[in-house]
């Protein structure tokens, strides 16, 4: 099945706590700016029955860069439509590709 690479972004310096970590509250910036693109690639399927679940699994540090990415596991009908059922992931952009989160997602396409 399809995998997507949704969004990549930089950390901001602005999203740091003291400690030169991710602050709590931005750990679901990355997430929401995905959720944009999700709008753009499944259109109105994501704004009238989209769903997204996360789990936080790492954290992030200064001058890291994430990527958010999607893999199609499963298509199933609902009504005349049809739900596509995603494993969605952010890792960060270093060689060990280190999972920050995990969920889901679905649409209607």
């Not at 060990?96 to 649409?107: D, P």
């Amino acid at each position: 099945m399809n995998t997507y690479r949704f969004h990549s972004e930089p950390l901001q310096e602005s999203w740091l706590d003291a400690y030169g970590h991710l602050n709590e509250a931005y750990y679901l910036v990355p997430f929401s700016n995905t959720t944009w693109i999700m709008q753009d690639h499944f259109g109105m399927g994501w704004l009238a029955g989209g769903r997204m679940s996360v789990k936080l699994t790492n954290v992030l540090w200064a001058d890291e860069r994430i990527r958010a990415r999607g893999k199609v596991q499963e298509e199933v009908l609902e009504g005349s439509l049809r739900r596509r059922s995603l494993e969605v992931w952010v890792e960060k952009d270093d060689p060990e590709r280190t999972v920050v989160s995990v969920g889901s997602a679905s649409a209607l396409v």
